[in-house]
Nanobody, 116 residues
């Protein structure tokens, strides 16, 4: 099982980034896919989550209206479009997969740094 994130980097405040997470080794379409982030000295928090069947989406309060999650089950990929980035968005962003049961997988993370 692998979750490989990409697309992180350094961007100025107000800019945009698009993160990708390519999954392999499990039945991607049967999993809820989410993005979490963790800033230095802070707890890991939910950024956005997208369920498999009904497309129900949840966003963290800090990113509502700025970030968009979507998925391409044919490509086993989940995306996070991040617009109007702020310095407070600086964190390591992690891809997360959950089968609504006991199975949870995490990616290795990708660093996003937003300069003021």
């Amino acid at each position: 099982v692998k979750l490989v994130e990409s697309g992180g980097g350094v961007v100025h405040a107000g800019g945009s980034l698009r993160l990708s997470c390519i999954a392999s080794g499990f039945e991607f379409s049967g999993y809820a896919m989410s993005w979490y982030r963790q800033a230095p000295g802070k707890k890991r928090e939910l950024v956005a989550g997208l369920r498999r069947a009904d497309g129900d989406i949840e966003y963290g309060d800090a990113v509502k209206g700025r970030f968009t999650i979507d998925r391409d089950d044919a490509q086993n990929t989940v995306y996070l479009q991040m617009n109007l980035l702020k310095p407070d968005d600086t964190a390591v962003y992690y891809c997360h997969a959950w089968n609504y049961g006991p199975l949870i997988y995490w990616g290795q993370g990708t660093q996003v740094t937003v300069s003021s």
